[in-house]
């Protein structure tokens, strides 16, 4: 695009629509909660814990349960869960000597896990629109 195309979307006169500036403000996420979501899409970012996310969307699992469904030692898959514990991602509960991980539906954005759900529920969502 040249120059000369570019200019022509600026519409060449300076004018703040207030009530709309107003309205965005007060309709606009904090600066915090912005920073959370920031944080929360870079975790998701990395494939091995966009992986874990997407199994315990379908079902409550134990660190040993992901080791072996993603062949990864369990060291390794705790370190990710840590950063999802960390960011409310995923509650955890006890039952014994064994922990067992989960989304955490009450901490997460209405959004996001809306977004997750449709984005990793999409294959089974298509599986079943070919049944029919």
Not at 77 to 99: A, D, P, T
Not at 101 to 108: A, D, G
């Given at each position: 695009?040249s120059?000369?195309?570019?200019?022509?979307?600026?519409?060449g006169i300076?004018?703040?629509?207030h009530?709309?500036?107003?309205?965005?403000?007060?309709?606009?996420?904090?600066?915090?909660?912005?920073?959370?979501?920031?944080?929360?899409?870079?975790a998701?970012?990395?494939?091995?814990?966009l992986?874990?996310?997407?199994?315990?969307?379908?079902?409550?699992?134990?660190?040993?349960?992901?080791?072996?469904?993603f062949e990864?030692?369990?060291?390794a898959?705790?370190?990710?869960?840590?950063?999802?514990?960390?960011?409310?991602?995923?509650?955890?509960?006890?039952?014994?000597?064994?922990?067992y991980?989960?989304?955490?539906?009450?901490?997460?954005d209405?959004?996001?896990?809306?977004?997750?759900?449709?984005?990793?529920?999409?294959?089974?969502?298509?599986?079943?629109?070919?049944?029919?």
């Open positions: 695009m120059k000369s195309e570019e200019k022509s979307f600026n519409c300076t004018k703040i629509h009530d709309n500036l107003n309205q965005v403000r007060e309709e606009m996420q904090s600066f915090e909660e912005l920073n959370r979501l920031s944080k929360i899409f870079k998701l970012g990395d494939l091995t814990r992986k874990i996310v997407n199994a315990l969307v379908c079902n409550e699992l134990c660190v040993c349960d992901l080791a072996s469904l990864m030692t369990q060291s898959i705790s370190h990710q869960l840590r950063v999802l514990r960390n960011l409310n991602i995923v509650n955890y509960r006890k039952e014994g000597k064994i922990v991980y989960s989304i955490n539906k009450e901490k997460m209405q959004t996001l896990q809306q977004t997750l759900l449709h984005l990793l529920k999409k294959k089974e969502t298509e599986r079943v629109l070919l049944q029919r």
